[in-house]
């Protein structure tokens, strides 16, 4: 059973420590360093233009990870980003009963940073940890806008960008145990994921590719659709 009680968020999100540091999110005012909000972030400018946080967050796992694919990078990236975004709500759902307010006018993004230091937000709002406001907090607010911005400039499939979505939804439920479960399977069977994988007791196995074996050296994911990395005549088909 989902909890649908709503409580109070204490302001630092203390509980969170506790889950480890991809689950943390610093809370209270603006941050330091002053780094765009997401709300400012997922502003889908012309392409080429400079000083865009997703293109200098691309290019900087396409450096780290040496492909010269740009959607590869693009599609880590988005899962990378989603995973966080869904540890942090998770988390608190299973921790408080209640999920913050993602709001991105109020939460800050570096794209140079890694976590906890990447996501800052200025006040922790609670919100119900029902599916339907989660769904809200993090795939409408968030990953859809995320991924309008993707495919605009890197011609990532949608497929592709619905599975790392659910992918790292399923991710996260199975870091924090059997008491995610329920809130993560509801949220699998929401319409903006549905048809995105299959959930068998805690495994997840998706029905696209996030490219990873594109990476030199990578291979599959463990929820892969693919057993083994596609000879290159199935390398258009991945996503």
Known sequence: MVLLLLVDLDPELAALTALGGFFVLHTGGAPPSAPPT?????????????????????????????????????????????ARLWSVTL???LAYGAVPDLDPALLH???????????????????????????????????????????????VAPGLLRGNAASALAGTARQLGPGAGPLAAALLAHPLLAGTG????????????CLYYRV????????????????????????
């Not at 299959?198 to 590719?209: E, K």
């Open 38 to 82: 997401l709300a400012e972030t997922y502003e889908n400018r012309p392409s080429g233009a400079q000083g865009s946080p997703i293109v200098s967050r691309v290019e900087k796992v396409a450096a780290a990870l040496r492909t010269p694919e740009p959607r590869v990078a693009a599609s880590v990236f988005q899962l990378g980003l989603a």
């Open 91 to 93: 988390g608190c759902a």
């Open 109 to 155: 993004w570096d794209p140079d940073a890694s976590a906890p230091d990447d996501l800052w937000l200025s006040e922790a709002r609670p919100l119900p940890a029902d599916p339907e406001t989660v769904a809200g907090v993090v795939l409408r607010t968030h990953l859809e806008p995320l991924a309008e911005a993707l495919r605009a400039r890197y011609r």
């Open 198 to 209: 299959t959930l068998t007791g805690g495994a997840f196995r998706r029905r696209s590719c």
């Open 216 to 239: 030199p050296g990578g291979g599959v994911c463990g929820d892969c659709c693919f057993t083994r990395p596609p000879r290159p005549s199935a390398r258009g088909a991945s996503g």
